[in-house]
Structure formats: C-alpha cells, structure tokens
C-alpha cells in the first residue's frame, strides 16, 4: 500500500555531511510518522529521528545538534541531513512510516512502524 525507497549514502570522511532522501509512492507521506533508524553491522537497529504528522522532530541524544530531518510535501519525501559525520555513524540507513490509523504509542521503537525502506548503506572513513 506504501513503498518507501532510500537513497542519498555513500562513502564520507569524517566531518563531512550527506542528505539521505526517502520518497513514498501510492500515499500521503505527510499524513504518516515518518522516522530514520539505522543498523550497524552485529547491532540492533536504533532510532535516529522522526518527524510528525505536524512537523514536530523528535531525534537520538547521538545525533542531536548534527542531524536534521525534514519532509518536502510536494515531493511526498522525507530527508535526514547528516553533518559532522563520525566513523559511528556508519551504519545501513533505514525509513520507515507510522500509518494514522496505528496507534501504538510513541515513536522510537521500531516495531511500531508499519512500513519501511529497503535501506541505504552510509559510511564514515577516520
């Protein structure tokens, strides 16, 4: 019903910046929680931000004050630019959407979402 594909990672230096996109096909994005985790490699996937049905951003203590996550409604697609990037951020980069009628609570836990991305790798060189 909602198709979320990644793109924007790549290979940085530390220090440097990227902007990860994540576009939805076949619904509203902005009617949906729209959230970024990420995976490292023998880690559980982790929260990074979200973003609400009113623009309220919500972000991980690792992230904030470097990261910044928005949505473009005319382009039904959502970003996360990254600046000040560090070697532990590198990790598989996931989005994920939160459907209006899901009401479990909060936004931080990824088995609240109801769909997501196939994932975009992002690493950070020292």
């Known amino acids: 019903q909602m198709q979320l594909v990644e793109s924007g990672g790549g290979l940085v230096q530390a220090g440097g910046s990227l902007r990860l996109s994540c576009t939805a096909s076949g619904r509203t994005f902005s009617t949906y929680v729209g959230g970024w985790f990420r995976q490292a490699p023998g880690k559980e996937r982790e929260f990074v931000a979200a973003?609400?049905?009113?623009?309220?951003?919500r972000y991980a203590d690792s992230v904030k004050g470097r990261f910044t996550i928005s949505r473009d409604n005319v382009k039904n697609t959502m970003y996360l630019e990254m600046n000040s990037l560090k070697p532990e951020d590198t990790a598989v980069y996931y989005c994920a959407a939160k459907g209006e009628s899901n009401r479990q609570p909060g936004v931080v836990a990824p088995s609240v979402y109801n769909y997501w991305g196939q994932g975009t790798q992002v690493t950070v060189s020292s």
């Open positions: 973003i609400s049905r009113s623009d309220g951003r």
